[in-house]
């Protein structure tokens, strides 16, 4: 039977998500064939766990800087990853995914459970393997995510050159002060000059 389990942190999302799959919800984290959680309630060690029973779907809503998280989460065989800002539509046709998936194998055959296992640790092992070079393949991302870290590093180069132009500003603005400054020094050394030349002369 599938039973979801949504604990995002996020009250507008999770009750929308609940209102939409309400007759599949349920209320214990333990009980669930599908768990939609987020950074807010789950911790790298919980994704580990949450991933141990093998027919459970874990989707996790992160932030693109939740670096532990998200290796967690591959390491663990989790697919389903969706990068904020989250879009609620998107993620209501991946659950809706999931249970039509979920539901096809229940009336197909299934493999021994021994088949299984083994299958599901190979693939476990191939996900930590590739972990480190972020296989983008075997994971769903929203299209926001790619956007998002592109704009950050915009705005991080725009604040850097900016940064130069006050600088830069700055500098210019020094420069004329010490110019002004050596012009009035060269005005005093030419009057005090002449004063003294003058003194000379009446001696």
Known sequence: MIKL?????IQSIDQEIMDAFSEYVCQTEEENTIAVVSRKTVLPGDIERLAQKRDRRIV?????????LIRAARQAGVKDLFFSPVKIDSIEKKISEIITEMQGIKESSRPTSEQAETRQKEENQGLAENAAMSDKKNETITQDDPLDELLSCIKSQVRGSE???????ENEEL???????EDFVAVLAE?????????????
């Open 5 to 9: 389990y949504v604990n995002t942190g």
């Open 60 to 68: 996790l809503l992160v932030d693109s800087g939740d670096k532990d």
């Open 163 to 169: 940064e130069i132009e006050a600088l830069r500003r």
């Open 175 to 181: 420069k004329r002060r010490l110019k002004r400054y």
């Open 191 to 203: 009057i005090f000059g002449l004063q003294k030349g003058k003194g000379v002369e009446k001696a």
